[in-house]
């Protein structure tokens, strides 16, 4: 129980750090096409969700395959020192929680980086 416990705050902590609000800063002095940022920042973003993933369900995996890898090491770990089950809850909320926020750091760095990349290719001056 202590595991699920875990596991369910480790998803909760990264789960929430989606990068739906995030938005590039344009500079649109000198842009040809300053009328068309609204209309193309409202596009990109949808195309960035979509090649990137949904940070949610990215985050999700990471949890599961971490927590699946703590299992495991920290059963060897438990073992070593007399108590395997206990080794095992700890390794899976450690590298569940890990996991989680590897998986969701990369899904919000893959969707910023697609973002920009959509406005550039649009003509748009992106400063961050």
């Known amino acids: 129980m202590k595991l699920i416990t875990l ?15 995030w938005k590039p800063t344009v500079d649109s002095y000198k842009d040809p096409y300053a ?10 973003k949808q195309l960035s969700y979509q090649a990137s993933g949904d940070g949610t369900e990215e985050t999700v995996k990471g949890v599961v395959v971490g927590g699946l890898i703590g299992v495991a090491g920290g059963a060897v770990l438990g073992t070593i020192s007399g108590d395997a089950g206990t080794g095992a809850a ?39």
């Open 7 to 21: 596991l369910l705050v480790c998803f909760g902590l990264f789960s929430c750090a989606t990068y739906s609000d």
């Open 35 to 44: 009328d068309r940022i609204p209309q193309d920042m409202a596009e990109c």
């Open 90 to 128: 700890l390794g899976a909320a450690l590298g569940g929680f890990g996991g989680g926020a590897k998986q969701g750091f990369e899904a919000d760095s893959t969707y910023k980086k697609i973002f920009i990349k959509c406005m550039h290719n649009r003509g748009h001056n992106v400063l961050n």
